[in-house]
């Protein structure tokens, strides 16, 4: 299917600045500036970050875990071993206490410790990597969201516009008739109450443009507002240009193959089920024993004296070394693991659900896209004819109306249906936009918007 953009935005850069240069600026630039300053797009962006942070720390469990510790120990009251009475040489049968121990103990430690097996780690690392992935899905669907909302407010500001002209084309008209019929009331030629009817209309569209200029500012806000744009910064709309619009509503659509493996929410939700299937996995690996190895060596001084670490100390140094085998074999636990199985099977059973709504729901979207593009092609086309016929109708009324064969009222409801017949034109051409907006959604290719 293909794409079309059409520039849109004169963009101020320095507003404050009065020499600042306005930028015209195409869909695909207005993208780019919200790709790089949406400030949820950058949330998103740093919970990838934080998802690839995640997968490291899971991956050390499976790494050699390595301690160093050091103890300095002063011994004020030191502890006192009583020795059975044969000890003692000076009053043989008489107990003896004895104190045991230095004054001082030093000691270095170092300890290793490595996995040889641990089921629940080493699933825990390919459920690490999946959520590296999912946060990377996230980033790129909040990018879908964040180009569809920017191009839907795009679109509506270019219809506002149009809409604007129109109403800025009848002000003119009615403006041009007032004085004509001002200068005939002058003469005696026209009546005051066809005067104060031409001037409640002029009245009535000079309401309506005050009323759609506003809603031009509020949604101009939003628009900068998404693309992280500073809401001082000054933004108008060119002319709507109609050619590409009008070259495909006298042509049949290619709608193309709807694929549901191409939309990434339900990427997003097939990489959820993945996910929750391997937090079962984990949990089913805690029934499984895990082993170990660790190795341990420690350096320890002692002496009475606070002489550790000089030179010629009466302190007394050594070492000692071991190493072995850690096996843990889980028995019971009261059944916590059964239940953390069983609630992760309701969790699989939810996200299958959702799946099935979610295939649904796409699949309704994408039908619902296609039929409200055929309608918008087929009113365009019937739409447009009816603003050339309307136009015609009003151009002879007018000449009728001034050489006197038309009445003021087959003037202003010649104007009237004019009016309604352009509004329905631009509407028609919204809702032609917004549907093709949709159609790509549903194809999964907003990012070729940026194309």
């Known amino acids: 299917m ?7 935005l004169f963009l101020t850069t320095g507003a404050i600045n009065a020499n ?4 015209q600026l195409t869909l695909q630039d207005c993208l780019r500036y919200a790709l790089d300053h949406n400030q949820t797009l950058a949330v998103s962006r740093l ?4 998802g690839r942070l995640k997968t490291k720390e899971v991956r050390a469990q499976a790494l050699p875990q390595i301690t160093g510790s050091g103890n300095l120990t002063d011994n004020l009251k030191k502890q006192v071993m009583v020795l059975p009475g044969a000890f003692n040489q000076a009053e043989p049968g008489k107990p003896t206490a004895v104190e045991v121990g230095t004054t001082w103990n030093a000691t270095a430690t170092g300890e290793l410790n490595q996995q040889l097996f641990n089921q629940s780690v080493f699933t825990g690392l390919k459920a690490a990597r999946s959520g590296e992935e999912y946060y990377t899905l996230q980033t790129q669907q909040t990018k879908e969201n964040v180009i569809y909302n920017v191009s839907s407010l795009y679109y509506a500001l270019l219809v506002k516009q149009e809409k604007m002209n129109v109403i800025q084309t009848n002000i003119e008209k009615l403006t041009r008739l007032v004085e004509t019929t001002q200068s005939q009331l002058d003469n005696g030629l026209a009546k005051r109450i066809d005067l104060d009817r031409i001037k ?7 309401t309506q443009k005050s009323q759609l ?6 949604d101009e806000n939003k628009l900068k507002q998404i693309m992280g744009m500073a809401v001082e ?6 002319p709507l240009q109609l050619t590409d619009i009008e070259k495909k509503a006298a042509v049949t659509q290619d709608f193309g193959n709807f694929n549901l493996s191409n939309r990434t929410e339900f990427k997003l939700l097939k990489k959820t089920e993945e996910l929750q299937t391997l937090q079962k996995k984990a949990y089913i690996a805690e029934y499984f024993p895990s082993l170990s190895f660790n190795g341990r060596y420690s350096y320890n001084g002692l002496s009475d004296k606070f002489d550790l670490f000089k030179g010629g100390s009466t302190a007394n140094w050594f070492g000692m070394a071991s190493i072995g085998l850690t096996l843990k074999i889980p028995i019971f636990d009261g059944f916590a693991r059964r239940s953390r199985v069983d609630q992760a099977n309701v969790t699989l059973a939810q996200v299958n659900k959702k799946l099935e709504a979610n295939k649904l729901e796409m699949t309704t979207a994408f039908e619902n896209s296609r039929l409200v593009l055929l309608n918008s092609l087929s009113t365009i086309k019937t739409q447009k004819e009816n603003v050339s016929l309307a136009d015609e109708v009003y151009a002879s009324t007018q000449n009728n109306y001034n050489l006197g064969l038309a009445s003021l009222t087959d003037l202003l409801n010649a104007e009237t249906s004019l009016a309604e017949a352009q509004n329905s034109y631009n509407e028609a051409l919204l809702q032609y936009k917004l549907a093709e907006l ?6 999964g290719n907003l ?5």
């Open 47 to 50: 919970e990838e970050d934080l």
């Open 233 to 238: 910064e000054d933004v108008t709309l060119p």
């Open 447 to 451: 990012p070729s918007l940026l194309n």
């Open 213 to 218: 200029q506003n809603q031009l500012r509020v």
């Open 438 to 443: 949709d159609l790509i959604k549903s194809h």
């Open 2 to 8: 293909k794409k079309w953009i059409i520039p849109f």
């Open 20 to 23: 600042a240069q306005t930028k």
């Open 200 to 206: 409640v209309n002029l009245v009535n569209y000079q």
